[in-house]
């Protein structure tokens, strides 16, 4: 049973995004600009850019880009097994990243307390 019908959201996104490209055409040439620009290099290749922009897109918490980017991924040959990797490289990111917010957290904890006397 799936979470959602990824197929059509996608497609009520690019409905979405193509009325957007119609109110705002320069946001959208920003945004194609941007995109593009790993693929004139070509150094990493197109599949793995698609893993590290599900990595990136579960990091971010973006149901759009999971769902235009896990299409992509199937499209240029990544495994389930090669997704499934790069998630849990985006995963344990996350924990790290709360980790050292968590030492952040007791600094500023620690600055906003006044200090005892020894």
Known sequence: ???LDWNA???Q???RVGEMGKIS???IKGYQTLSGAGQKTNLLGPKIRELIS???AVTARCDGCIT???EAAARHGAS???IAEALAVATAVNAGAALVY???VLDAYEQATPRQPA
Do not use: N
Request: net charge neutral; no cysteine.
């Open 80 to 82: 389930r097994e090669e």
């Open 25 to 27: 055409p320069d946001t």
């Open 102 to 104: 968590s030492a952040r």
């Open 54 to 56: 599900l990595a990136v």
């Open 9 to 11: 959201y996608r497609q």
């Open 13 to 15: 996104l690019l409905v």
């Open 1 to 3: 049973m799936s979470m």
């Open 68 to 70: 235009v980017h896990a």
